[in-house]
């Protein structure tokens, strides 16, 4: 039983450098989620794909962000230009179809700093 | 927008002492209530989840009632151990999650 996995696991990156983390979801689970995680803070949403379509964005998520799911299977997720304001965790979840109540599995994170 | 409001931390307790985490939630219609809980050094697991009104979530001896009049979702647990060290984080999904800040639990011996 594979879980949600996410890599790299961690991202130490100058100012100005473009990221790109890649998470691969559990088989079969159509939805998709990337949440960004600061010290001492709950998950913060970023992102929903339903398959390969992106079916919503948060207003916090910057024109630098970028997000895609092309084949609905894995999904990454890009940085352009990153600042220090970019550090943190960078959490992905999966959920499969039809489970009432949208019970999310979480991959372990990739923990990004930039200098 | 919704939001969830957890209890402060961190807490800590003897073991076997009684455990009461408070959420409360603010949301538009009816959304799934859940924990999570990060062990150190792990992801976020589900612990309990429940979908609707009076529903009571368990697992692991933790429990949780939905409450809608008081728009809360309280974590019990009647004795804790050691191992159930770990951040607990409440949350509700209303078309997308939205999660409290999280409360650390340290259980000591």
């Known amino acids: 039983d594979t879980g949600v996995s996410q890599d790299p696991r961690h991202k130490i990156t100058k100012r100005g450098q473009n990221v790109t983390f890649r998470c691969d979801p559990i088989?079969?689970?159509?939805?998709l989620y990337w949440y960004r995680q600061t010290l001492g803070q709950g998950p913060e949403f970023l992102t929903y794909f339903q398959n390969e379509a992106q079916l919503e964005k948060s207003r916090l998520l910057s024109d630098r962000f970028s997000a895609e799911r092309p084949k609905g299977s894995f999904s990454t997720l890009e940085i352009q230009r990153t600042e220090q304001g970019d550090s943190a965790m960078y959490l992905c979840?999966?959920?499969?179809?039809?489970?009432?109540?949208?019970?999310?599995?979480f991959g372990p994170g990739t923990r990004l700093t930039v200098l | 927008g919704n939001s969830v409001t957890q209890m402060e931390g961190p807490v800590t307790l003897s073991e076997e002492a009684f455990l009461t985490i408070n959420c409360t939630y603010t949301?538009?219609?009816?959304?799934?209530l859940f924990w999570y809980v990060q062990y150190p050094g792990e992801g976020l697991q589900l612990l309990l989840k429940?979908?609707?009104?009076?529903d009571k979530g368990s697992n692991k001896g933790f429990e949780a009632t939905y409450r809608k009049e008081t728009t809360s979702f309280h974590l019990e647990k009647g004795s804790v151990q050691v191992s159930d060290s770990a951040v607990y984080f409440c949350?509700?999904?209303?078309?997308?999650?939205?999660f409290g800040d999280g409360t650390t639990l340290t259980v000591k011996p």
């Open positions: 088989s079969e689970h159509n939805r």
């Open positions: 979840a999966s959920s499969p179809p039809f489970r009432v109540g949208n019970e999310q599995f």
């Open positions: 949301a538009t219609g009816y959304p799934s």
């Open positions: 949350a509700l999904y209303a078309g997308k999650s939205t």
């Open positions: 429940a979908t609707k009104a009076d």
